[in-house]
C-alpha cells in the first residue's frame, strides 16, 4: 500500500512548506520538496493546505445503548469529514462503560468498521455512582486503557476523586475531568465548575497524576489551571469550539458548561497565546431535536470544529496555523500516546486537506451525524475539509457540485 501526495502546502506544529509525502504501508515513509515514484497512487492536492489529520480529545458516539443519538459508525464518519482520524470517546452510554465487556464491545465495533482510531475511556465510578472504584482495580491489566472519566457529570466526592488520582497516578491513566460541582449545578453553573476545578487542581498538586481539566470555560478555572501548572501540577487544559465561537449574550444554546461571556472567551484566546492551552476537544454531544427541546444538553461539533477554531483563532486573533495544529494535533496525540499528530517520518500517514479561503456555511443537513443539534447552523466560517486520509488510505473526499 503506497501513495504519493503532491503539491501540499505542509504545515503541523512545526513546519509550513509546500512539498510532498510518500506513505508506505500506512506510516510516512518520506518527505520532500521533490519525490517521484512510478506506478502508485497519487494524490495531487493542488497547492492545498494539508495538515496532521485532527484528534479530539472528547467526543460522545452514544455507543453502546443511546445509538438513536450516534453510533461508532455515523461517529466516525462524522469524524472522518470534520478531518479527524482519532478520537477519545467518554463513557456515559448505556450501560456506563464500567466494564471489560462494555469497553471490548467498543473497540470490537470500532475494528469491524475500520474508520478511525478510538479509545474509550472507562468512568471513574462504577456505573457513575460517584463512590465505587472497585471496578479500576479489575481494568488495571487492561494494557489499552489510557484514560477515565465520568464526563456528563463532575465526581462530586472529593476524597473519591483523591483516591481515583491515585489509581490513574499508578496506572499511569489520564483523569479528564467535567469540572461541575452538583450542589451549584442547578445555582450558578460559574460557580459549579470554578469550585470543581479549584478542587480538582488542589487534589492533582498532591501527586503526579496526569490531570485532563474537560471543555475549560470559565476565565477564573482558567486562571486556576494555570496557577496549577506554574506549580507543577500535571495538568492540561482542553479548550472547545463553542466555548470560543459563541457568547451568552448573542447565542446562549443549553450545553454543560454552558456559553460563556465575552470575557471568558478573551481569557481563552489570551490563554492560547500564552501557551497554556493543551488540546481543543469538540465535546462533540449529538441529541435528537425532541431531547434537545427537552433540555438535553449539548451539541455535535466534531465536522464543524476546524472551520470554527481556524476561523475565530486564526483569522480573527491571529494565532498561526502552526499553534492550530498543535492545539488540534499534535498535543491530543501526545496526551493519547497515538503515533500521530505531526508529519515526519515513521509516523501514521494520517491528514487533513483543507481549503482555508473557502467560505462555509454551517448546513446540519449535510452532517454524517445522526444529531443535527448545532447552534451554528447558518453561520459562515473560513475553511473546508476537503479530504481525510488515514494510513495512506483516503478515507473522506468532500463531493463537488458543479
Ligand atoms: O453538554 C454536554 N453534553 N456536556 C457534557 O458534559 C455531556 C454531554 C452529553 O453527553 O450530552
Ligand atoms: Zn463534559
Known amino acids: 500500500m503506497e501513495l504519493l501526495i503532491k503539491n501540499a502546502r505542509i504545515i503541523d506544529v512545526t513546519q509550513d512548506f509546500v512539498g510532498n509525502i510518500y506513505i508506505k504501508n500506512g506510516f510516512i515513509e518520506e518527505i520532500g520538496k521533490e519525490i517521484n515514484k512510478d506506478n502508485i497512487e497519487v494524490f495531487d492536492c493542488k497547492g492545498k493546505v494539508l495538515m496532521p489529520a ?11 445503548g443511546l445509538t438513536w443519538k450516534e453510533d461508532i459508525e455515523t461517529g466516525s464518519l462524522a ?16 450501560p456506563i462503560c464500567s466494564s471489560k465487556e462494555t469497553l471490548e464491545y467498543v473497540r470490537n465495533k470500532s475494528k469491524e468498521f475500520n474508520l478511525i482510531d478510538i479509545h474509550q475511556c472507562i468512568s471513574i465510578t462504577k456505573n457513575f455512582d460517584g463512590i465505587t472504584l472497585s471496578h479500576l482495580e479489575d481494568l488495571a491489566t487492561d494494557n489499552e486503557i489510557k ?33 461541575e460541582s452538583p450542589e451549584f449545578s442547578k445555582v450558578d ?24 481539566m474537560c471543555h475549560v470555560s470559565t476565565k477564573e478555572a482558567i486562571k486556576y489551571i494555570i496557577d496549577g501548572k506554574m506549580e507543577g501540577a500535571n495538568i492540561t487544559l482542553e479548550i472547545t469550539p463553542h466555548h470560543i465561537g459563541l457568547t451568552r449574550d448573542i447565542n446562549d444554546y443549553r450545553v454543560n458548561p454552558p456559553i460563556r461571556e465575552k470575557e471568558d472567551v478573551e481569557a481563552i484566546i489570551e490563554a492560547i497565546k500564552l501557551g497554556m492551552v493543551d488540546t481543543i476537544g469538540t465535546d462533540h ?45 499534535y498535543n491530543p496525540a501526545k496526551l493519547l500516546d497515538m503515533n500521530k499528530g505531526k508529519i515526519s517520518v515513521g509516523i501514521d500517514g494520517d491528514f487533513v486537506l483543507i481549503d482555508i479561503d473557502k467560505k462555509v456555511k ?16 447558518g453561520m459562515e466560517f473560513y475553511g473546508e475539509v476537503l479530504a481525510t486520509i488515514k494510513g495512506g488510505k483516503v478515507k473522506y473526499q468532500l463531493k463537488v457540485n458543479n
Not at 192 to 210: I, Y
Not at 362 to 377: H, L, Q, R, Y
Request: proline share 3%; net charge positive.
Open 79 to 94: 469524524a472522518l469529514k470534520g478531518g479527524y482520524t482519532g478520537v477519545c470517546l467518554m463513557a456515559n452510554t448505556n
Open 285 to 329: 454531544a449529538p441529541h435528537t431535536a425532541e431531547e434537545k427541546q427537552k433540555g438535553s444538553p449539548g451539541m455535535v461539533g466534531i465536522e464543524t470544529a476546524f472551520s470554527i477554531c481556524y476561523t475565530k483563532l486564526v483569522k480573527e486573533n491571529n494565532i498561526s496555523l502552526n499553534k492550530l495544529s498543535e492545539l488540534m494535533s
Open 189 to 212: 453553573m460559574r460557580i459549579a465548575e470554578n469550585m470543581m476545578t479549584l478542587r480538582d487542581v488542589e487534589l492533582a498538586k498532591l501527586s503526579k497524576v496526569r490531570l485532563h
Open 362 to 377: 454551517i448546513n446540519p443537513k449535510e452532517f454524517a451525524s445522526k444529531g443535527k443539534n448545532t447552534p451554528f447552523e
Open 147 to 179: 484514560a477515565i472519566s465520568d464526563d456528563g457529570v463532575g465526581v462530586s466526592n472529593s476524597n473519591t476523586m483523591r483516591e481515583a488520582m491515585k489509581i490513574a497516578e499508578k496506572n499511569n491513566w489520564i483523569i479528564m475531568s467535567h469540572a
Open 54 to 64: 485532527f484528534i479530539d480529545t472528547h467526543a460522545h458516539f452514544r455507543d453502546p
